[in-house]
Structures are given as C-alpha cells and as structure tokens.
C-alpha cells in the first residue's frame, strides 16, 4: 500500500510512523525544512525550561533509518487529486493509494492595531518564542494577548520575575467551567498576573509599545506578546469541511473523500448539529495514529476526548470533553453540574477541589468534565476515558476510586459531584410526582 502523508507535525508523523509499522510504503510531505516539531513545549522555551532543541521530537534521519519512511522536507502540497490519487507539490507529482492529510493550522493577519511597534513580539514560529526568550529580561511590565489557556501558559513563564498582564477576550475563560475559571483568576493574583477579560484593542506608544488599549482604558506596559489566532489549513482536496473550516473526519478519521484521512489541528469532528475542532497536542497524535492504520488497511476508531492538563500558577487542571455552551451550539440538552470537596492529601490543610461534570439531560450522557485543585493531575486520564467511552452519570456515581490512606478522601470528587447530580434528578422527580398528585 502507497501512502502519503501531507504534513510533519505531531499527527502526520504519529500517522507515518504507523502506518510504516503496518508494512505500508510511507511517503511524509513537509512544507518546511522541520519535522515533528512539538508546539506545546514552545512555551517552556521562553522561561528557560526546555533547551529549544528538545521541541522537535523528530529527526527526518532517524523516520528514514528505524521506519524506512521517505522523508521529503520543503515540498509543499499544492493540492490533491482524489479523481487520479495524486498529490501536486511544489517539486512535482506524488501518486498513493490513500492519503493523510494533517497540515495544521496557519495564522492569521488579525489582531489588535498597532502589531509593528517596536516592543510588540508575535509568537508563531520557534524562531519567534527563541528570540523573546533572550529579552524577557528587558520586559518589566509585560502584557500578553490571545486566549486561555496558552495565553496563561506564556504569563506563567514570563511572571517568574515580573508583573504581567492578560487580555484574554470577552469569552475570557470560557474552555473553563465558572468554579475553576475563579481558581484560576485566584492562582495567577497569586503569581502577581492579572487576567482581563477584554480584548486588546490596540497597541500605544511614541517609542514603541507602551500601552494596551482595550475597552476604552489604557494600561501601561513595558512590551506585548501577542498569540496570534490560527484558522485550519489545509491544500485544496475536494474534502467537506466542517463549522470552523477543518476537514470533516469520523472516528475513523476518514474524509468525504474516497481513501483519504485526516489527522490533528486541520480536522473537525461532529458533535450533535456542529462540528468542532480539538487543537490538542493528545487528540493530534491518537487521530494521526488512526488515520495512519486505516490508510494502511485497518479499521480502527479513534476514542477522542478533547483532553488538556496543565499545571498553571501552581493550580492542577485537567478537562475532558466540551464546556455548556459548545453542547449547547451542538443542540444538546446540556446540564452542568459543580461541586467543591475536600482536596485528596491531607485534610487538615483545608485546601478544596472543584469539579464540574456537563451531560445530557435525557440520556445523563457525560459530554464534558473538569476537575482543578490538589491531585487534580492524577484524574486527567480518567476524565479523558470517561468522556470518550461516553458513559453516563450514573456509571460516574457508583465508580470505585482507589482509597490510599493519609492521600486522598474517600470518594474522587468526580463520583461525589455526579452522585449530587443524580440526587438533584431525583429531587426534581420526586417534586413533579408531587405536583402531578396535587393536581389530581
Ligand atoms: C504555542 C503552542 C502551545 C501549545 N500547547 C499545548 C499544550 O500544552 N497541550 C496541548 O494538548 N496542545 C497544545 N498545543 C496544541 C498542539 O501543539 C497542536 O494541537 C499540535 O501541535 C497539532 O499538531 P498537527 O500535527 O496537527 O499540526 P502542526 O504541528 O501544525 O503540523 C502541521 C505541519 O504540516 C505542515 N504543512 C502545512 N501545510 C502543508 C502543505 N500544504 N504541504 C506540506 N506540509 C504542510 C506544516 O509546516 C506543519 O509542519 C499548543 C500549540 C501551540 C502553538
């Protein structure tokens, strides 16, 4: 079997390497000289955390050498022929059997006024978090601009030794539930950051950028870093494409296309009447994993959950699954449930964890769960398999939680905060079996 994958990313090379495992012929297409480049670690290259050489995971020799895969570095893919089974590049033509395609995404040009001045650093390439890494030093009031939670992962790494600001739009904290957004707006206080939830407007200054303005205020600054926002990008195929632009796949990973598959960030799945994408590091690598073993002939599934993990402001977080609202753009009868317990560790320290839970109201089906706090981390792989295996409130309730003594309590704040949910059901039921008979 011939297959190509267009894109050297953590899917494509997920993708690629799968499918050589599985006796296929693997041909992998990168647009750039760099392959299997980690974009999740690029943060820690500014605070100094990771030598910038760690952030390529890959080396084009050694997928040649261990996986006999042909590695061709800047060929781009202009675009596919399903019709012929043919890929256009800009070195010539490419023929397969079938194709994964698993470009990415690009940024855009957008943004607040005044991106030019000197004092602005725009984040996008390696090159760019390498380059800031050297002056975080010369920033002594910094903002950032873009969403949660990359734009925290950055004032995290800039706030070791200054103040920072971070204009995190109007949907603010929306990926979080409100308990643990408020957990997070008290963790980076802590840390002396300051999260604004308005946009930048525009970037002031004379001498380069000395002031944000947003909403009509202005707040000083010694420099800005901007996360760019990002749109799927994917070479003309003839593929469907889903709500946010990306390639519509199944859990198959398969396309509209007859024998081609997609993988991470240029993908989008169906969720009730939308489709939405993941943009995570996990879902990239097991939808590359997928979509390399179908190109190659099996017929496996994908068990996504959109999970995330982050340890932020020294606050553990993990997610799994949609927030309310995107359920509800979906159509779905969304409930979300919230419960503060006592942290797992030792009780006498007072300190809490919050979970909240999202499931539909008819079927009690899990779509989303969050949990922050202490020990929040040793849930994160529970919540992922929860959410894809799509199980119900009820399983979630009565699900046996290891106890180990002096570590945690005896229930998981996930089975206390679906079992308050459960009750909650069964309130309301009991109250409508009571009006009913009073109407009799
Ligand atoms: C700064 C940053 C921090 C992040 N932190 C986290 C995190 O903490 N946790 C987490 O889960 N996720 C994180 N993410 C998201 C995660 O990194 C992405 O989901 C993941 O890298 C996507 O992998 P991908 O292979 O789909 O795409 P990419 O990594 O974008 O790879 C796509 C590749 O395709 C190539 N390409 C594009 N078009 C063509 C073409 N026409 N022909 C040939 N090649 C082409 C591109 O050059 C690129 O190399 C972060 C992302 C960023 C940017």
Not at 26 to 48: A, D, F, K, M
Not at 266 to 273: I, L, P, V, W, Y
Not at 344 to 370: L, N
Request: net charge positive; proline share 5%; hydrophobic share 40%.
């Amino acid at each position: 079997m011939k297959v190509v994958v267009i894109g050297g990313g953590i899917a494509g090379v997920a993708a690629a390497t799968t499918a050589a495992r599985r006796g296929s012929s693997v041909t992998i297409l990168e647009g750039t000289g760099r392959l299997g480049l980690n974009r999740s670690l690029l943060p820690y290259v500014l605070s100094g955390g990771f030598p910038p050489e760690k952030v390529q995971v890959t080396e084009p020799n050694a997928l040649s050498r261990e996986f006999g895969v042909d590695v061709r570095l800047n060929d781009r893919a202009l675009d596919v022929s399903s019709l012929s089974r043919s890929v256009r590049t800009e070195n010539g033509r490419l023929d397969y059997d079938s194709l994964v395609l698993a470009t990415g995404c690009q940024y855009l040009s957008d943004g607040p006024k005044g991106l030019s001045k000197q004092g602005v650093h725009l984040l996008r390439s390696p090159e760019d978090y390498l380059a800031l890494s050297g002056s975080v030093a010369a920033l002594s009031r910094p903002a950032v601009v873009g969403p949660a939670p990359l734009s925290l992962v950055v004032a995290q790494a800039l706030s070791s030794s200054q103040r920072v600001r971070v204009f995190l739009g109007p949907r603010s904290l929306h990926r979080f539930s409100p308990g643990v957004g408020r957990m997070l707006v008290r963790a980076a206080s802590a840390k002396d950051v300051e999260l604004i939830d308005a946009d930048a407007d525009a970037v002031v200054g004379t001498r380069g950028a000395e002031a944000v303005l947003s909403s009509g205020r202005v707040y000083p600054c010694s420099g800005v870093v901007v996360l760019p926002k990002s749109c799927p990008s994917v070479p003309p195929s003839g593929c469907a494409t889903g709500t946010y632009g990306g390639v519509l796949v199944d859990r198959w990973m398969r396309t509209s296309s007859k024998d081609i598959f997609a993988a991470g960030d240029c993908t989008e799945t169906r969720m009730g009447s939308i489709s939405l994408p993941s943009r995570l590091h996990s879902s990239s690598r097991v939808m590359g994993e997928v979509a390399g073993s179908n190109a190659s002939g099996a017929a496996v599934r994908a068990n996504l959950a959109r999970s995330m993990a982050l340890r932020i402001f020294g606050l553990e977080v993990c997610a799994a699954g949609v927030d309310i609202e995107e359920a509800a753009r979906a159509g779905i009868d969304a409930v979300r449930v919230e419960s503060e317990c006592a942290a797992r560790g030792d009780p006498s320290d007072g300190a809490s964890v919050y979970a909240s839970i999202v499931y539909d109201r008819p079927t009690r089906k899990v779509h989303g769960i969050q949990v922050a706090g202490p020990g929040a981390l040793s849930l994160s792989e529970f919540c992922a398999l929860a959410v894809a295996s799509e199980m119900s409130l009820d399983q979630l309730a009565y699900h046996e939680s290891p106890y180990l003594p002096s570590f945690n309590t005896d229930q998981s704040p996930i089975a206390l905060t679906a079992g308050r949910a459960l009750a909650r059901v069964q309130e309301r039921r009991v109250e409508a079996q009571g009006t009913h008979l009073r109407y009799r």
